[in-house]
C-alpha cells in the first residue's frame, strides 16, 4: 500500500497540506510508501485522478501496489494535527 497526496499549483490549501503531510509521513516519504504528486505537472496522476472521480486537490489517497484506489483521507485531518503544535510553539 502507499500513500499519496495530490497537489496542485496555485492553490493555498495544498501547500499548507503538504508542509504538513511532509512532516508527519516523513519515515514513508523517505522509504517511497508516500509521494507528493503535483496533479498539473503529471498527465499519468491526472488519468488516475479522472479515472476514480477523486475530489479536487488537496486530496489523499491509499493504493494498493497494482495501483487501485482502496481509501480516500480528509486532509485536513492533517492540518487539525498539526494545529495544536503549532498553537503551542506560537506566542499568543
Known amino acids: 500500500m502507499n500513500l499519496i497526496l495530490f497537489t496542485g ?12 503531510f511532509k512532516q508527519h509521513f516523513k519515515e514513508e516519504l523517505d ?8 496533479l498539473d505537472e503529471d498527465e499519468g496522476a ?5 479515472e476514480n472521480e477523486l475530489p479536487v486537490a488537496p ?9 487501485k484506489l482502496v481509501s480516500v ?5 492533517l492540518l487539525k494535527k498539526a ?3 503549532e498553537a503551542a510553539v506560537k506566542p499568543q
Open 9 to 20: 499549483n496555485d492553490c493555498d490549501p495544498c501547500h499548507q497540506v503538504e508542509e504538513s
Open 31 to 38: 522509504s517511497g510508501e508516500a509521494e507528493v504528486v503535483n
Open 46 to 50: 491526472q488519468q488516475f485522478w479522472m
Open 59 to 67: 486530496i489523499v489517497v491509499v493504493v494498493s501496489d497494482q495501483n
Open 73 to 77: 483521507l480528509d486532509p485536513s485531518e
Open 83 to 85: 494545529s495544536p503544535a
